[in-house]
């Protein structure tokens, strides 16, 4: 199975910083590679998917970059609404994985 | 606009079966597959399987092979899963999720199922 390794598990922010949050795999996935955004008790929200695309409806302060085993995630200026578990998938082969997700806090 | 509209909350005992419905409206049922994904509190999700309401075939992950099984029913646009045998640590929220192809992700989920295994 593909490991996907997210770092940092969690990070402190204020509002208006910029975070980057890394996703790795343990092995070559081209750019099949998503974000998901969680907040406590709602389902996972798709943010980007191939690595790069962003979602219809997601602000453009997110953005996704990276291809072959090294990914990130950048939201630009963080907003209150942002502070939420980031997590990556990959799509590559079956069986999908996860990454463990990044907390950003307050 | 797209949905995915999940059955309710279930306790069961260990050794039993449980099973979820995932009612899909908004969209062609047939063009999008249905993944069912499974959290456990405090931990990161976990891919169960992978249905194709269009063909009905089945992709199931090999940690979940032969107790846990996906159908679905064209005329209610609904998909199921059915987790047998089940253990205290398949105490989780179960999740469905539309997938257009492998390089679009997840982009309609389901409220979430909590399923407790209690005695």
């Known amino acids: 199975d593909i490991q996907m390794t997210q770092s940092p598990p969690s990070l402190s922010a204020s509002v208006g910083d910029r975070v980057t949050i890394t996703c790795r795999a343990s092995?070559?996935?081209?750019?099949?590679l998503n974000w998901y955004q969680q907040k406590p008790g709602k389902a996972p929200k798709l943010l980007i998917y191939?690595?790069?695309t962003l979602q219809s409806g997601v602000p453009s302060r997110f953005s996704g970059s990276g291809s072959q085993t090294d990914f990130t995630l950048t939201i630009t200026s963080l907003q209150p609404d942002d502070f939420a578990i980031y997590c990556c998938q990959q799509s590559y082969t079956s069986p999908w994985t996860f990454g463990q997700g990044t907390r950003v806090e307050i | 606009q797209v949905t995915l509209v999940q059955s309710g909350a279930d306790v069961k005992k260990p050794g039993a079966s449980v099973e979820v419905s995932c009612k899909a409206s908004g969209y062609v049922f047939s063009r999008y597959y249905i993944y069912w994904l499974r959290q456990v509190p405090g931990q990161g999700l976990e891919w169960m399987g992978t249905i194709n309401p269009g063909g009905g075939d089945t992709n199931y992950a090999q940690k979940f092979q032969g107790r846990f099984t996906m159908t679905r029913d064209m005329p209610t646009a609904t998909v199921y899963m059915e987790l047998s045998s089940l253990r205290f640590e398949d105490t989780a929220m179960y999740y469905c999720?539309?997938?257009?192809?492998?390089?679009?992700?997840?982009?309609?989920w389901g409220q979430g199922t909590t399923v407790i295994v209690s005695s």
């Open positions: 999720a539309r997938v257009l192809g492998d390089y679009y992700g997840m982009d309609a």
């Open positions: 092995q070559n996935i081209n750019t099949h």
């Open positions: 191939a690595a790069s």
